[in-house]
């Protein structure tokens, strides 16, 4: 599918990963429609591109705004949700009911449009499993609320599409990192915390011995997924990996994190986090195969990139 000229409904569009998604298709000559209801979304992330989107600050639960931002809409981006895998530990229920009835709105609103739909799924989905790297065709064990929540979204799309046609995909992100994501809780993703304490020239507080590891990946990748995703007929339905096939770990990533941002903090140990993941890898190839995405953007440049964001 050709995505100029078409309109899309990017859901949670004022957030992080969202408010880059919007920017891109607007610079693909798409139209915007968002919905948000700002509760972890931030207007400031839209504020340049305000003029050219429709918003609507409503939830995903309300669901006659939803179908009528749907209406003449080729795709929708589903990315709203309760994004933290804490929170939805604490609150399950009101989590299960924005992340899972979240998903069978917008896949309804998609059905009664004609519309695709591409979910933003987590691996959070994979929990802690013994065999690394994870692929998408492994048994899987989620851990927290999140990783429920987010599975049985991904097991909608799929029902969808085989019931219904409606085409699209779900993406595993991983640890999504870069300008615009919010430092502002303890369980904001670790590099916004780590840049923001290296720029104030604060302790970096790394839980537990530092030698776990993840797989970051800088958000225009994730955002080149979704268009990609949107983009691409056939295979429709199943989950993908979005990372970047390549791990580090949270000693190495404290050292490049004041590395690029020319600082020295003192590196503090604490507690490992409770449930902590160790080690999270991931395979690739799917992505490559099904909708012929890599990722592109070297650590060094993401990272370069994101502390020039904080320190503006
Ligand atoms: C990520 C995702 C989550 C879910 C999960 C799936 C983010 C922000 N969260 O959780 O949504 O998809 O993956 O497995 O991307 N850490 C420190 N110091 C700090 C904060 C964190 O050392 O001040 C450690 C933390 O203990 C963990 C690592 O950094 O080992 C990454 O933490 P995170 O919260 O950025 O992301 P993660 O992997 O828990």
Known sequence: MELA??????TGGAGFIGSHLVDALLAQGAQVKVIDNLSTGHL????????????AQASVLDFDTLLGLAKGCAGIFHLAAVVSVPLTVKEP???HEVNSRGVVNVLEAARLNGARVVFSSSAAVYGEN???PHEEEKPLHPLSPYGVQKLYGEQCLFAYQRLYGVGGFALRYFNVYGPRQDPGSPYSGVISLFINWALRGDPMKILGDGEQTRDFIYVADVVKANLLAMETEGGDGVPINVATGKTMSLKQLAEAVMAASG?????QHGPAREGDIRHSSALVERA???IAFQAQTPFEEGIARTVEFFRA
């Open 263 to 267: 600082t020295k903090s003192e590196v």
């Open 130 to 132: 013994e065999v690394l």
């Open 44 to 55: 400031h992330n839209l504020q340049p591109v305000m003029d050219r989107i429709e918003f």
């Open 5 to 10: 000229g078409k309109t899309f409904l990017v």
């Open 93 to 95: 229920l009101q989590s």
């Open 288 to 290: 490559k195969e099904l």
